[in-house]
């Protein structure tokens, strides 16, 4: 009898149901909280994932478990009715923000919030390099084809060139959900390592003599402008690409928030609290998406190995677009600036500021390179307003 | 469009992804463009233009003296002999009319601060 007791009890821990596939993915968990804590990656977003990819593989804690639901006549009425026979774990109900496309656009709100699109409106031909570095999502999506994956598929891999967070997921939410864990972790890592991808690239594609170029000082930017261009980019974009309004929209009425001047109280909750709180729900439940079947495969190898492609080719043809405006506007667009078109605010603009003063100790290249840095987030939103059209 | 794509449909999705993402940016490049030329911001760069007007030291010993203790005859001589080594003429070659202290947006302890900053955070 006591046997018996003890049996079931063991037969009911996580230990008697671990198998091979969970033992893995705890490990590539504890590698990934190693990286996030001790490393420094992106902690604020690789803690959760990681946090939620142990969570979900730990056996019989069923935390991603589906409901069950059955559809049954009802016995008075005679109508179908559905009625749930078992609920869902908790990260299943958590992960419908994601499912559904909900937490991805409230992370843009807040994003919205803390950019400011100044020094875009003080040089708006600084938006041509935020569309050029858009040719790495392209780019990557064409090898992913070529590599078998199916179109939604292969489109969720190239937005990682996006160097977005919100934005990858948001549209691997819409098209590839399977693909969610491999994708996020790739995506946020490739971001952390911007600062360690981008510079050789940009080294190799241009001469000490353009990197020293000084830009003319920014102009200053009214009040009224940065109040109007939310809600113009808002009513353009939209109009013309009505899949990119979740993101867009979003995006701009966060940033109208921080430029009215009047809602501050919004704006900091969209900036900090809120934020905050979609990070978290978005993080954990995004990486517990990453059951072994959908982690453990080929698939996820491509999909890293890709990413890193994704990146280096935004960023190597926003540089060469970069030269393009160098050599039209007579040498007084430094085309370290190009690579920063990448969108991951503000740690792109940053590299091309290090490695612009690097060459020239007088060099002040930040500002200017958050103009092709915040055109780059809205880019990279149209584009995959663009694969949403073609394949949602 | 279905699951399965050929290389010809990702080249015409590539092309017409790439398309829009520029026309719209141009688009929005030339909303912006079009707004300043609307003299939205006219007001403030106004206001943000430097003023300039010409205040002779000599003759002001009163307010000299009010603001600061130094010796007025040896800022000047100090302020000369900086402008003619800068310029690499002799003294008497340069004749200064009038001197006036220009308030600073930023001092270069500042800049140089704000320098450190951001290296320290990247």
Redesign the interface.
């Known amino acids: 009898m006591l046997m018996e007791i003890f049996a079931d009890f063991w037969y009911s821990t996580g230990f008697a149901l671990m198998e091979y596939g969970h033992a893995v993915m705890l490990l590539v968990s504890f590698v990934l909280l190693y990286l996030a804590i001790v490393k420094g990656f992106e902690p604020l977003l690789l803690v959760p994932i990681a946090f939620g990819m142990m969570l979900a593989n730990l056996p019989g804690a069923n935390l991603m478990k589906e409901p069950l639901v059955e559809i049954m006549r009802d016995p008075a009425t005679g109508d179908l009715v559905s009625k749930t026979k078992e609920y869902g774990g908790l990260l299943y109900y958590l992960y419908q923000g994601v499912k559904l496309g909900i937490y991805p656009p409230l992370i843009f709100m807040g994003v919205g919030a803390m950019t400011d699109f100044g020094p ?2 003080a040089n ?2 600084s ?2 390099l ?2 050029a570095a ?2 790495g999502i ?2 990557t ?2 090898g992913a ?2 590599l078998g994956f ?3 598929e ?2 969720s891999i190239g937005i990682i060139g996006g160097a977005d967070g919100p934005t990858a997921l948001y549209l691997t939410s819409q098209l590839a959900p399977h693909l969610l864990g491999p994708i996020a972790v790739a995506a946020y890592s490739y971001m952390a390592l911007v ?1 360690i991808i981008q510079p050789p690239i940009m080294k190799a594609l241009t001469t000490k003599e353009e990197r020293s170029v000084v830009m003319e000082q920014l ?7 940065k109040v ?2 939310p809600i ?2 808002t009513v ?2 939209t109009l ?2 009505p899949s990119a309004a979740p993101l867009v929209g979003m995006l701009m009425i966060g940033n109208l928030f921080r430029e009215t001047g009047l809602t501050e109280r919004l704006s900091k909750t969209a900036q900090n609290e809120l934020i905050n709180i979609v990070t978290i729900f978005l993080g954990v439940t995004v990486g517990a998406t990453a059951s072994a079947e959908n982690f453990m495969n080929f698939q996820t190898v491509s999909i890293i190995a890709l990413g890193l492609v994704a990146f280096s080719i935004g960023t190597a043809v926003g540089v060469l677009f970069g030269k393009i405006m160098y050599k039209l506007s007579g040498g007084k667009v430094n085309p370290l600036i190009g690579s920063a078109g990448v969108s991951a605010v503000p740690m792109a603009a ?2 091309a ?2 490695v612009g ?1 690097e060459a020239n100790p007088k060099n002040f290249l ?1 500002m200017h390179a958050m103009g092709p840095n915040v ?1 780059g987030v ?2 990279s939103a ?2 995959a307003g ?2 949403l059209m ?2 949602g | ?5 050929t ?1 010809g ?3 015409i ?2 092309v ?3 398309g ?14 079009f ?2 030329s609307m003299g ?2 006219k ?3 106004k206001g ?1 233009a430097p003023v300039k007007q010409e205040k002779p030291v000599k003759n002001e010993k009163t307010a000299a003296a009010q603001t600061s203790e130094v010796d007025e005859e040896e800022l000047i001589a100090v302020i000369t002999a900086a402008i003619a080594n800068s310029l690499g003429v002799d003294i008497p070659e340069i004749n200064i009319r009038s001197i006036r202290r220009t308030p600073q947006a930023t001092t270069v302890w500042r800049e140089i601060g704000k320098q450190e900053q ?2 320290g ?2």
């Open positions: 875009l409106i708006p031909k938006v041509l935020g569309a858009q040719f392209f780019v999506f064409l084809t070529l199916t179109g939604p292969a489109a600062p102009r200053p930017v009214s009040k009224k402008e109007i261009f113009i980019v353009l974009v013309i690409l940053r590299v500021q290090k003063q930040l055109a809205i880019g149209i584009a663009m694969l073609f394949f | 469009m279905g699951n399965e794509v290389m449909e990702a080249l999705v590539t017409v992804s790439m829009v993402v520029f026309v719209v940016l141009i688009l929005i490049s030339l909303t912006i463009g707004l300043k939205v911001d007001k403030e760069t943000a951001i290296m955070r990247m």
